[in-house]
């Protein structure tokens, strides 16, 4: 009797590892396929307010840093989970550089304020 019931126990386990699988084969497929959308120019509006720099799709990679460098490669910004929350209003350069680290890729590349 407990073979049994161990042997349904294993076999439930299996049934939903296969069963789970398709799903988290489709996630992952999704987060490769779904390019990331970074701006590399933002406007200052009439008031002298500049736009947040959001960067579009990446809520799909949660395990990512984002470094933020000036011109003199000194670095000014970093987080673990970038949530738009880089406050550019602070600095009064035009141009910087940022390295993004998703799981083993890194994207280097630079933003712009149009003053």
């Known amino acids: 009797m407990r ?11 299996l049934l939903f ?11 992952l497929a999704k987060q490769e396929l779904t390019p990331l959308e970074i701006p590399h120019y933002l406007k200052v509006d009439s008031l002298g307010n500049i736009e947040k720099w959001t960067i579009g799709n990446l809520q799909l ?18 987080s673990k989970k970038y949530e738009n929350d880089w406050p550019i209003a602070h600095y009064t350069e035009n141009r910087f550089l940022f390295v993004l680290d998703i799981d083993d890729k890194r994207i280097n590349g630079w933003v712009e304020i149009e003053r």
């Open 17 to 27: 590892i296969v069963e789970s699988f398709p799903q988290n084969q489709q996630a």
């Open 3 to 13: 073979s049994k019931q161990l042997l349904l126990s294993i076999v439930t386990f």
């Open 61 to 78: 990679h949660p395990h990512h840093v984002l470094k933020i460098y000036d011109r003199r490669g000194v670095k000014i910004f970093q």
